[in-house]
């Protein structure tokens, strides 16, 4: 199984970008998959979540709004379409996959696969 991050990059404030999650070795439509952030010194935060079998997301607070995931079975691939960006959504972002989801779907714990992540990072 292998997950791949890209799309990452800098930006000014204000701006957008799309990360895309290109999954590998695995059917999509039988895994729930989210988004995490990290930043150097800090924990791990979970950012969003899809479940690909019926298309229910999740977000957390602080990017309700303004962040969009989605999945596209057919071209294994999960996005996270993220608006008006600001300088605390600095991170790398890594996206994780999980056939049988059981507890919090933003808990990295739940997980059993991720792959390289991609950084990104919002100017003021």
């Known amino acids: 199984v292998q997950l791949q991050a890209s799309g990452g990059g800098l930006v000014q404030t204000g701006s957008s970008l799309s990360l895309s999650c290109v999954v590998s070795g695995l059917t999509l439509e039988y895994y729930a998959i989210a988004w995490f952030r990290q930043v150097p010194g800090k924990e791990r935060e979970g950012v969003s979540y899809i479940s690909s079998t019926d298309d229910r997301t999740y977000y957390e607070e602080s990017v309700k709004g303004r962040f969009t995931i989605s999945s596209d079975n057919a071209k294994n691939t999960v996005y996270l379409q993220m608006n008006s960006l600001k300088p605390e959504d600095t991170a790398v972002y890594y996206c994780?996959?999980?056939?049988?989801?059981?507890?919090?779907?933003?808990?990295?714990?739940?997980?059993?696969?991720w792959g390289r992540g991609t950084q990104v990072t919002v100017s003021s």
């Open positions: 994780v996959a999980e056939s049988d989801l059981r507890g919090n779907c933003l808990d990295w714990g739940e997980y059993r696969y």
